[in-house]
C-alpha cells in the first residue's frame, strides 16, 4: 500500500491510500480510502506506518523538566540592544553592570523589593542571560552602591544624546513616601500622593521635550520646589556642558527670585507661568482686558513690572467650566459640614467663643474655603455667609492663565511658547509611570542616603527603557499614533485623541482583529512565551544533557519582537 497525490484541475489535490496488484502480466492500482480530509501531518504518520517506521508519541520520548518565563525579558533586553544600554550603564563588562541591567528588567516586569526580585526572577531566563542566578539581596545591594558612583557619569551619556545646545529641557518635582522613619533623607513636607503624616523624600526629572528622561535628583522630603531649580541649572551648564538652553518648570518652581539668578548667567533662558496673585494684578491694572478673550483665547503683552519678558495670556473655556463647577462643589461640601458643626454646638458638645472659633476654622480649611467666607462667631453659636465679592473676583479668572518667557519672538513663536509650556505633562506622564503604573518606585524600602537615590536612579534608567518600548509599541497600545498633531493644533484648545486612537479605545481591536494592549497587558501576553527545558524521556538525571524548546511567538507577540527594531537613539 502507498498513498498518492492526484492534482485536480480547479480544487485541491486527491490524497489517496492506494495498493498495487498483478493482474495477469500487468500491475494495476486501487483505491482503498480517499485521505483527502486528513491533515497534512495526519497524512505523513501514515506514510511513514507504511514504510516500516515505528512511531511513538512525542512524550514518550521526551519530557520536560523545566519552562521559565522568557518572551517578556525577551522584549525588553531587544530594547535594551536598540538603545546601547549596556554600554550605557559601563562601557567594560562586569558582574555590577550585570547586575545592574537585570535589576532594570526586573523593575520593568516585576516591580518589588531586592529579596523579592531574586526569588521572583528565578521563575524566568533573566538571571542566566546575565549570568546572575547566584546572586542575592547583598549582592545587588553592592551592586546598587556601584550605581550611584556611575550616575553623574550615566547622566552626561544621556545629556550628550537627548539635549542639544540652545534646546528646551523640562524640570518638575514630585515626592515619594517611606515606610520607615530612620532615613537622612525622610522628612515631612508637602506630600502630593495625599499621604499625610507619611515621611517623604523629593527627587527632580529633567527630561528632554518628549519626556525622555535624563537625569534625576534626590532632595529631602521637606525641601521646597524652588530650592531644587539651580542646582539643576548647575549640572546642566556645569556638569552636562550645555551653554545656551531654555528651561521649562512650573509656577511653583521657577519664581521671580530663581528668575534674578537666571538673569545673571549666560545662555539661559526659561518658560512658566505666573501666579494667581500676580494675574490679578494683571487684570485691576487693566493690562490684561477680559473682554479681550471674547474674540480669541490668548495674546502676547508686555509689562514693566516683567522687563524683557513676553506675557502669553491665555483663556480655556473648558478649564474655566471645571473650576467653577470644582468650586461650587467645594462651597457646598463647606457649608454641609458647618451645619455640622451647627448641630454639635445646639446639642452642648462644643462650647465658649474660643471652642466654637477653633472648630469652625478646621471646618473651613478642610475644603480650603475660608477666603470665601464670612463668619460672626459668637458664644452661644455662629453665623456664615459667602462673600460673593470674592467669589465672583475668582470666577473671573476662571480658565486664565499666563505664560511668562524670556525667549524672544524670533526664537519660539507666541503658539509655540504656550506649546512649551504645556510639555511639562511630559515630565507628569513619567512620575505616573515611575509611581503607579509601571514601576511602582513606593513603598521606599532603603534607608541608607545613597540607596535611596540609587534605588531612584535605577527607577529612571528603567523609565528611560519604557518611554522608548511605549513609543516603539504605540500602534498596537491604546495610544495616539499621530504625535504631529500636538505640534499644529491650537495651544489653547484641549487636547484630543484621534479618530484612529477613538476607534481603538472604543473597539478595543486592531484592524487585523487581534486586541490592543496596554503596556502591561502586552508584556504579560509576552511572558507567555516560555523556554522549556526537555531531556529524555527516563534518562538519567546527571548522565544526559537536556535542550531548550522555546514557544513559537504568535503573530501579536512577532509584531512585537519587530516593532521593537524601529527604536533609535
Not at 19 to 27: H, L, N, P
Not at 68 to 97: I, T, Y
Not at 157 to 173: F, I, M, P, Q
Not at 286 to 294: E, N, P
Request: overall charge positive; hydrophobic content about 40%; aromatic content about 6%.
Amino acid at each position: 500500500m502507498h498513498i498518492d497525490i492526484v492534482p485536480n484541475r480547479n480544487s485541491a489535490p486527491a490524497v489517496l491510500l492506494r495498493e498495487s496488484f498483478r493482474e495477469g502480466t500487468k500491475v494495476r492500482k486501487r483505491t482503498l480510502a480517499n485521505l483527502s480530509a486528513l491533515s497534512a501531518e495526519q497524512v505523513d504518520a501514515i506514510r511513514r506506518a507504511l514504510k516500516g517506521e515505528k512511531l511513538v508519541p512525542v512524550a514518550e520520548l521526551f519530557e520536560i523538566v523545566r519552562s521559565q518565563h522568557h518572551g517578556h525579558v525577551q522584549a525588553v533586553r531587544a530594547a535594551m540592544k536598540q538603545l546601547a544600554f549596556e554600554s550605557l550603564v559601563a562601557s567594560r563588562p562586569s558582574r555590577e553592570r550585570d547586575l545592574i541591567v537585570a535589576m532594570v528588567i526586573a523593575r520593568i516586569l516585576e516591580p518589588a523589593s531586592k529579596l523579592a526580585t531574586t526569588r521572583w526572577w528565578h521563575s524566568t531566563t533573566l538571571p542566566e542571560a546575565f549570568g546572575v542566578a547566584e546572586a542575592d539581596e547583598d549582592d545587588l545591594y553592592v551592586a546598587l552602591d556601584w550605581l550611584i558612583t556611575r550616575q553623574e557619569h550615566i547622566e552626561k551619556k544621556l545629556a550628550a544624546r537627548h539635549l542639544s545646545n540652545g534646546g528646551l529641557v523640562l524640570y518638575d518635582l514630585t515626592s515619594s513616601y517611606f515606610e520607615g522613619t530612620k532615613s537622612p533623607v525622610a522628612a515631612l513636607g508637602y506630600n502630593r500622593d495625599g499621604k499625610s503624616g507619611k515621611l517623604q523624600v523629593n527627587y527632580g526629572l529633567l527630561t528632554d521635550p518628549r519626556g525622555r528622561p535624563v537625569a534625576v535628583s534626590v532632595f529631602q522630603g521637606n525641601t521646597g520646589d524652588p530650592k531644587t531649580f539651580m542646582p539643576q541649572v548647575e549640572k546642566l551648564q556645569k556638569t552636562f556642558g550645555i551653554e545656551q538652553l531654555v528651561l521649562v518648570g512650573d509656577r511653583g518652581m521657577i519664581s521671580q527670585k530663581q528668575i534674578n539668578e537666571l538673569k545673571k548667567r549666560d545662555g539661559m533662558d526659561w518658560i512658566t507661568a505666573l501666579r494667581t496673585g500676580a494675574i490679578r494684578k494683571l487684570v485691576d491694572g487693566g493690562h490684561i482686558q477680559l473682554g479681550l478673550f471674547d474674540e480669541r483665547n490668548l495674546f502676547e503683552i508686555t509689562h514693566p513690572d516683567f522687563p524683557g519678558e513676553r506675557l502669553v495670556a491665555c483663556r480655556n473655556p473648558q478649564l474655566a467650566r471645571l473650576r467653577a463647577n470644582k468650586r461650587q462643589s467645594l462651597l457646598q461640601a463647606t457649608a454641609k459640614e458647618l451645619e455640622k458643626v451647627r448641630g454639635m454646638i445646639s446639642r452642648g458638645k462644643i462650647k465658649g467663643k474660643d471652642a466654637i472659633g477653633v472648630r469652625v476654622g478646621k471646618t473651613i480649611d478642610k475644603y480650603k474655603m475660608s477666603k470665601h467666607m464670612v463668619l460672626d462667631i459668637r458664644d452661644d453659636g455662629f453665623d456664615f455667609h459667602l462673600d460673593d465679592d470674592k467669589v465672583s473676583a475668582e470666577a473671573a479668572l476662571d480658565g486664565i492663565y499666563v505664560v511668562r518667557t524670556s525667549v524672544s519672538a524670533q526664537r519660539l513663536p507666541t503658539d509655540d511658547v504656550v506649546r512649551s509650556y504645556k510639555m511639562l505633562s511630559q515630565v507628569e506622564r513619567a512620575f505616573r509611570s515611575f509611581k503607579t503604573i509601571d514601576l511602582e518606585v513606593r513603598p521606599i524600602r532603603h534607608r541608607l542616603e545613597d540607596r535611596v537615590k540609587a534605588h531612584i536612579f535605577l527607577c529612571m534608567l528603567a523609565h528611560y527603557v519604557v518611554w522608548h518600548m511605549i513609543e516603539s509599541w504605540r500602534e498596537i497600545l491604546f495610544c495616539d499614533e499621530d504625535q504631529q498633531a500636538k505640534e499644529t493644533r491650537h495651544p489653547v484648545a484641549p487636547a484630543k485623541r484621534s479618530e484612529a486612537a477613538l476607534d481603538k479605545v472604543h473597539s478595543k481591536v486592531l484592524d487585523d482583529g487581534t486586541p490592543v494592549h496596554s503596556f502591561q497587558t502586552l508584556l504579560k501576553d509576552l511572558s507567555s512565551i516560555v523556554s522549556n527545558t526537555c531531556r529524555r524521556q527516563g534518562a538519567s538525571v546527571t548522565a544526559e544533557p537536556t535542550f531548550n524548546l522555546v514557544t513559537t511567538p504568535s503573530s501579536t507577540q512577532q509584531r512585537a519582537y519587530d516593532l521593537l527594531k524601529s527604536i533609535q537613539l
